[in-house]
């Protein structure tokens, strides 16, 4: 009989449909790196999927998710379409026949030394300048500066080349902050205030979300735990301080519920679970996946959430005991009493969810795991230094067994 995998099976089938999702163009290597297991671990867990359903039926399943994706694609397209504003289109913005020479936004002086350098054959810099008010030694300083604005054009042009291929990269999330933490990554010695310049100029925007209400249903006779948090979201060591939440994604004309545990010094997500309900079992198995992903061996960790059913249940009590976890619990209302799962749950719904509605539970289940996968690997963390919850963790085990060694 075979070892049983540490990994549990929402997370096997939810990683298989990953890479099928690739269509075939990206390497078991490259989707298992994203996951966090080896190429190989990915390669026999499809393999085991493809024996226990036969490719065929899944491929047509796939290729009718594809056509309904395809068609709320197109429907959002049209509706975006009608809702164009009026008047928006080619020469919208030229001024009146008859009207001045410079239309609204051009009155700043680059745009009259531009005018009189095209027209300077014509009519003579004195007389062009006499006419616009401004002085000669002016516009020829302007133009013996031309080399070196033409330099500074050139570098802003690739940089915002940069800025947007960052931007395509993370999905159009990405704001001034994050970009410029990546291109810092990448080693570029570039200030802020420059990338946020270019940024607006530019119209690269990260998103924002609006509020969404809470999903807490207190149960008020259950038994509270106390609150060893005291709103403190910080952690000097992993696994010092867990927490857990449950939030929800529209999918059609039905709900997806998802739950999930952090670590609080590293904000990495150390488990989850999807399901269209809300009872008990989704924040269970989110607990033990966390559990498994530390090895088994949490004892003494608090796990902090708030005062919803699932988190008083007796079940969820009597699980935190088998493994030796302290639970803490935030008081009746207040979000900030669970502020860091609040503040997950904002940047999770403003990255996946943004102008748009996910059709088939498969597909929002898909979407979701790609980009828990990816907050955990990739995604830069300001709390963080701009590290990935990962990279984060990397970098403080090393320095804890540096420390040691010492």
């Not at 393999?47 to 309904?68: F, H, I, L, N």
């Not at 509020?211 to 259950?222: C, G, Q």
């Not at 999807?274 to 009872?279: G, L, N, P, S």
């Not at 590290?387 to 090393?398: A, I, K, M, Y």
Request: net charge positive.
């Amino acid at each position: 009989m075979g070892r049983k995998s540490p990994y549990p099976v929402e997370f096997r089938n939810d990683a298989v449909a990953l890479y099928r999702a690739g269509g075939g163009k990206r390497t078991y290597a490259a989707v298992a790196a994203d996951v966090g297991v080896t190429g190989e671990t990915l390669r026999s867990w499809v393999r085991q999927a493809d024996e226990v359903a036969g490719r065929g039926q899944v491929r047509g399943d796939e290729a009718a998710e594809d056509r309904d994706e395809e068609l709320a694609r197109l429907r959002a397209e049209l509706g975006r379409l009608r809702k164009a504003e009026k008047g928006v289109g080619t020469r919208a913005g030229d001024p009146a026949p008859g009207g001045p020479v410079f239309r609204q936004g051009d009155e700043g002086m680059t745009g009259r030394w531009d005018f009189i350098s095209a027209h300077r054959a014509d009519f003579g810099v004195q007389r062009i300048c006499r006419v616009l008010e401004v002085s000669r030694s002016g516009y020829y300083r302007w133009l013996a500066g031309a080399e070196a604005r033409q330099t500074r054009r050139a570098a802003d042009d690739a940089l915002v080349e940069e800025i947007r291929e960052i931007h395509a990269d993370h999905k159009g999330t990405y704001g001034v902050r994050r970009i410029h933490a990546e291109l810092r990554g990448f080693g570029h010695t570039v200030n802020r205030k420059r990338v946020e310049r270019l940024m607006r100029v530019n119209g690269v925007e990260g998103r924002h979300l609006r509020r969404r209400k809470r999903t807490t249903v207190p149960d008020r006779l259950a038994p509270p735990a106390p609150d060893l948090v005291n709103r403190v979201f910080h952690a000097g060591q992993l696994d010092e301080k867990w927490c857990g939440d449950i939030t929800y994604v529209q999918v059609g004309g039905t709900w997806l519920y998802l739950a999930c545990v952090l670590d609080i010094c590293s904000r990495r997500v150390l488990g989850w679970s999807m399901a269209t309900h809300m009872r008990t079992e989704l924040v269970i198995d989110a607990l033990k996946m966390a559990v498994a992903t530390r090895g088994g061996s949490v004892a003494g960790v608090i796990f902090h959430a708030d005062r919803g059913s699932q988190y008083t249940s007796g079940a969820f009590a009597q699980v935190c005991d088998r493994f030796g976890i302290r639970r803490s619990m935030g008081r009746v209302g207040s979000s900030y009493d669970n502020a860091l799962a609040e503040s997950f749950w904002q940047g999770l719904k403003r990255e996946t969810m943004h102008q748009r509605l996910f059709t088939t539970i498969s597909q929002a289940r898909l979407e979701l795991f790609q980009w828990l996968t990816y907050y955990n690997g990739r995604r830069r963390h300001s709390s963080l230094g701009y590290l990935s919850p990962v990279e984060f963790e990397q970098q403080h085990q090393t320095e804890r067994r540096l420390t040691l060694a010492a």
